[in-house]
């Protein structure tokens, strides 16, 4: 796989705080890498490091073969975590204006913008200046400014916030085809249902440190145990001492069990003690979302860290 970015054990301080501990990870050409973390992890302090906006005090930022401050940053698209576009420019001016940025020839960007602002529901917008646009067509605007003139590696600092469900749909399928064309997507995002279903690999971050680092698959394999929710009145000691249970939590009648990464289920449905309250009984999978919360949260799977195949 084709490495297009590497972020090399980046160390980040403001005044007396570590906010980056040794970040560690790779983009590769046509793949989707996912940044997560709870608020205040250092996702943004991370893509402004490998944007330039700010510098790393340890640690490197490596595109292709250029380091530092010589990576030709015309090849790179952003989409910032603080949204924002000039006011009284129409449409069409500032994506224009994105693309001379970037050195790009202006005839192929129209058609390019004109292309995309179908595909955004925006068509025949291009006159229409960026002040009459709602708050979702602005950000679909800037997206389309982030892309205009082909990045080969495009960062997107929380695409989806502030998007409605229809919206989200035509971003998800935007960048998963810029990404089936060989675009390289680093993106960083709190929605997890949208990041399982779109990541290839993710890195997962917690006060500034490296929690989680592997393809969704594995990170899913080695993460996402069996649990269990029984409806009924039960002793939260009685289900603790069930085998194979590592966790429980309990809200009235509902009790969620945590098992074992290794447990089988068959065996351990047949083992459940036949005394129990069992009004309902379903068992599923932990999902992207709670492994995020789990880490959130300090809990156990934070004390599991480790990099899987990352490759
Ligand atoms: N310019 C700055 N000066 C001082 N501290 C900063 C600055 N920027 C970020 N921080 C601190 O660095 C830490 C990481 O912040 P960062 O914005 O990178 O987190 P994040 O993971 O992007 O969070 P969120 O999900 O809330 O956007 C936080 O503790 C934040 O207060």
Not at 247 to 267: A, C, I, K, M
């Amino acid at each position: 796989m084709e490495q297009v970015l590497s972020v090399k054990q980046l160390q980040k301080s403001f005044k007396d705080t570590q906010v980056l501990h040794d970040i560690t990870f790779d983009v590769h050409k046509g793949e989707i890498m996912a940044v997560l973390g709870p608020n205040g992890a250092g996702k943004s302090t991370t893509i402004r490091n490998i944007m330039g906006i700010m510098y790393p005090d340890g640690g490197e930022v490596v595109f292709h073969n250029h380091h530092g401050d010589t990576i030709p940053r015309h090849k790179i698209g952003y989409l910032p975590e603080e949204r924002g576009l000039y006011k009284n420019v129409k449409v069409m001016d500032i994506l224009l204006y994105f693309a001379e940025l970037k050195d790009y020839p202006l005839d192929r960007a129209k058609e390019r913008a004109l292309d995309y602002l179908k595909r955004f529901d925006l068509e025949g917008k291009e006159n229409v200046s960026v002040e009459e646009l709602s708050k979702g067509m602005g950000q679909k605007v800037q997206f389309i400014g982030s892309i205009i003139h082909e990045p080969e590696l495009l960062i997107l600092d929380e695409p989806f916030s502030g998007l409605d469900p229809v919206s989200q749909d035509v971003f998800k399928r935007e960048i998963k085809k810029l990404a089936d064309n060989g675009t390289a997507i680093l993106l960083s995002s709190h929605q997890m249902n949208l990041v399982e279903e779109m990541c290839d690999r993710l890195f997962l971050m917690n006060k500034g440190q490296q929690v989680i680092y592997g393809a969704m698959k594995d990170v899913k394999a080695e993460y996402a145990n069996f649990k269990c929710t029984i409806y009924g009145d039960n002793d939260v000691a009685t289900l603790e001492a069930i085998q194979d249970v590592t966790r429980v939590e309990q809200d009235g009648s509902t009790s969620v069990l945590y098992l074992d990464r290794d447990v089988t289920l068959p065996g351990w449905l047949s083992n459940i003690p036949g005394d129990l309250d069992v009004q309902e009984i379903f068992v599923d999978r932990i999902s992207l979302h709670e492994i995020f919360v789990d880490v959130a949260l300090g809990r156990s799977i934070a004390a599991k860290e480790g990099v899987l195949d990352a490759e």
